[in-house]
């Protein structure tokens, strides 16, 4: 089984940057692809990026150019970098691991971004 708890999130202006962090444990977390997702007040769950257990990487619109999504499989854990944040990205952000039939989830982490 894989545990995934997320940090990181919190309160930024408006073109600021964050880097949330999701650290796993549990199973082999090299094997397992890694997404985050975030859902805001009133709308669904979204996938905003994604990064393989070969390194593959990819993007929801909305993001790409703004938001790197990495990992670090030694230390079992995987980050999402947020530049040039927007109001629009205030969401719970979650973090998922994914592999055949096994799919986790993390607790989520706010992040707000105002003015």
């Known amino acids: 089984q894989v545990q995934l708890v997320e940090s990181g999130g919190g309160l930024v202006q408006p073109g600021g940057s964050l880097r949330l962090s999701c650290a796993a444990s549990g199973s082999i977390f090299s094997i397992y692809a890694m997404n985050w997702y975030r859902q805001a007040p009133g709308k669904q769950r979204e996938l905003v990026a994604t990064?393989?257990?070969?390194?593959?990487?990819t993007y929801a619109a909305s993001v790409k150019g703004r938001f790197t999504i990495s990992r670090d499989n030694a230390k079992n854990t995987v980050y999402l970098q947020m530049n040039s944040l927007k109001p629009e990205d205030t969401a719970v952000y979650y973090c998922?691991?994914?592999?055949?039939?096994?799919?986790?989830w993390g607790q989520g982490t706010q992040v707000t971004v105002s003015s």
């Open positions: 990064i393989t257990s070969g390194g593959y990487l």
């Open positions: 998922n691991a994914a592999w055949a039939t096994q799919d986790y």
